[in-house]
């Protein structure tokens, strides 16, 4: 869920050691140009972005940050995030980024203090989250494309019991929503009675989706008090899910290690 319930955390990362406190972000210390390094002038010096390494073993279905990216209730995207206060091309010994995001941004995962408040001053945080979950067998399943997740829905894809992660992949996908920088409530997500039937006749603990929610719009509060409530089922939001056979594979899930904060951008991937 993109939506910020308690507050939206600031993150500060270092791209390399300095020895001197950064300044201020301003747009006089920006060094970054709009395309973020994506563009190059060298014929030699091209960097290979892939989406699957290992011969086609290994799947990253993690989006790629960019200012375009869609954004929670914006239809802006979600603008620069990224900053180069300390540029070699202005003598900095090394360059030095930081970079300022809502945690609830691309592909990421809730952790149970998003949607209860209790829990939250009760410190479950994304650092209390169960690597075990987020990390082994997973299913890769289509669903109906001509409606939310329901409780109809959830009992018609017949998913066995043992199965501990899924992640479904709906018409999001085919809509390439992430790929667009308007946020688009008529997104496919779950009903608060698909939640409930999936938490009552499954063994499912990770829940993985194809948008920024994995709740429907129309239902958004609801879906995610009935996932989180147990502190036992673990979300992860925003996947990058086009191009991958649905089948059954290894999933790896890490999320930053951000204490105090209810939710935190991931890469995932998935091995055959």
Excluded at 98 to 126: E, I, N, R, S
Excluded at 164 to 176: A, E, H, P, Y
Excluded at 216 to 245: C, M, N, T, W, Y
């Amino acid at each position: 869920m993109a939506r910020p319930i308690k507050f939206t955390l600031s993150i500060l990362l270092a791209c390399a050691a300095v020895h001197t406190i950064l300044p201020p972000i301003t747009a006089s210390n920006s060094a970054y140009p709009s395309s973020y390094g994506l563009e190059t002038t060298t014929d030699d010096l091209i960097p290979v972005r892939r989406e699957v390494y290992g011969d086609g073993r290994i799947f990253d279905i993690s989006h790629r940050y960019h200012p375009d990216m869609p954004n929670w209730g914006s239809s802006d995207g979600i603008g620069q995030f990224l900053w180069l206060p300390y540029s070699m091309k202005n003598n900095s010994e090394a360059n030095n980024s930081q970079m300022k995001l809502p945690t609830h941004t691309g592909t990421h995962v809730d952790a149970p203090g998003h949607v209860f408040d209790h829990y939250f001053d009760a410190g479950f945080d994304v650092d209390t989250l169960d690597l075990e979950v987020l990390n082994g067998p997973a299913l890769l399943i289509d669903v109906p494309r001509d409606k939310n997740l329901t409780a109809e829905v959830m009992k018609s894809l017949n998913i066995p019991r043992g199965v501990k992660r899924v992640l479904f992949r709906t018409l999001n996908t085919d809509r390439r929503l992430m790929l667009k920088k308007e946020f688009d409530t008529s997104y496919v997500g779950f009903m608060k009675d698909g939640a409930q039937w999936l938490v009552d006749n499954t063994d499912i603990k990770l829940v993985g989706i194809d948008y920024l929610s994995v709740a429907a719009f129309v239902d958004l509060i609801p879906s995610h008090l009935v996932f989180l409530e147990s502190r036992e089922i673990i979300l992860v939001e925003g996947l990058k899910l086009d191009g991958v056979q649905p089948g059954i594979y290894t999933v790896h899930c890490l999320p930053l290690r951000l204490l105090g904060a209810e939710g935190s951008p991931i890469r995932c991937i998935l091995i055959k």
